[in-house]
């Protein structure tokens, strides 16, 4: 049964692109979340996914976006890269409806030039 | 790897010892807390979980400790290892809110 997959693992964008990354939930969850995680810090909370749709937002600007497919597999979108976007980012799915079972990929490191 | 230990705190232990790891939380509201572990390389790892309705919960080889008067988590584990080596974080969720909040990390490090 597997777990919760990322893609990619890392990536290195520069200043003012765009970037996609890609989540897979554990078998049986219907809900993700994606976290920032700076070098040295706890991760932060971007936003959750239910239904294909954004259910709670953390302190991000609009530049961070997502979305939700039917498969329960999610997306993040960064515009117009800063370098302090340099972390590395998280997915953490769950089942709306559990006890807050939060599984965690192993994340994908995203280094802006 | 990924160090995700670089400027936290750190205790070092020696095998075989016991460490505790202490974690305040920011809000009187939270519910529900959690440990993860994060080793180098990977995302955060679940430990062990406890309501605000206990004081204390034990599972194999640690333990969590909640004081809800001065908003104070610790994890105890028994007898570390040399796996045991990693980031510990502690994460509340409350309120109406689902998502976790991470409190600042602790790197452990267990000395052979």
């Known amino acids: 049964d597997a777990g919760v997959t990322q893609s990619p693992t890392h990536l290195i964008k520069t200043r003012g692109q765009q970037v996609t990354l890609r989540c897979s939930p554990k078998?049986?969850?219907?809900?993700v979340s994606w976290y920032q995680q700076a070098l040295g810090q706890g991760p932060q909370f971007i936003f959750q996914y239910y239904e294909e749709e954004e259910r709670q937002r953390g302190n991000f600007p609009d530049r961070f976006s997502g979305h939700q497919f039917p498969n329960y597999s999610s997306e993040l979108n960064v515009n117009a890269l800063l370098l302090g976007d340099s972390a590395l980012y998280l997915c953490?799915?769950?089942?709306?409806?559990?006890?807050?079972?939060?599984?965690f990929g192993s994340g994908t490191r995203l280094t802006v030039v | 790897g990924e160090n995700v230990g670089l400027h936290l705190p750190t205790l070092s232990v020696q095998e075989g010892d016991n460490s505790i790891i202490n974690c305040a939380y920011s809000n009187s509201a939270s519910d529900y807390f959690i440990w993860y572990k994060q080793e180098s390389g990977k995302g955060p790892q679940f430990i062990i979980d406890?309501?605000?309705?206990?004081d204390k919960r034990q599972g194999q080889r640690v333990t969590v400790l909640l004081n809800k008067t001065v908003k104070h988590l610790s994890l105890q584990i028994a007898a570390t290892q040399p796996g045991d080596s990693a980031v510990y974080f502690c994460a509340e969720i409350g309120g109406s809110q689902g998502n976790l909040i991470f409190g600042k990390g602790t790197k452990l490090s267990v000395k052979p």
């Open positions: 953490a799915s769950s089942l709306q409806t559990g006890n807050y079972g939060y599984t």
């Open positions: 406890i309501r605000s309705n206990m």
């Open positions: 078998s049986g969850h219907d809900t």
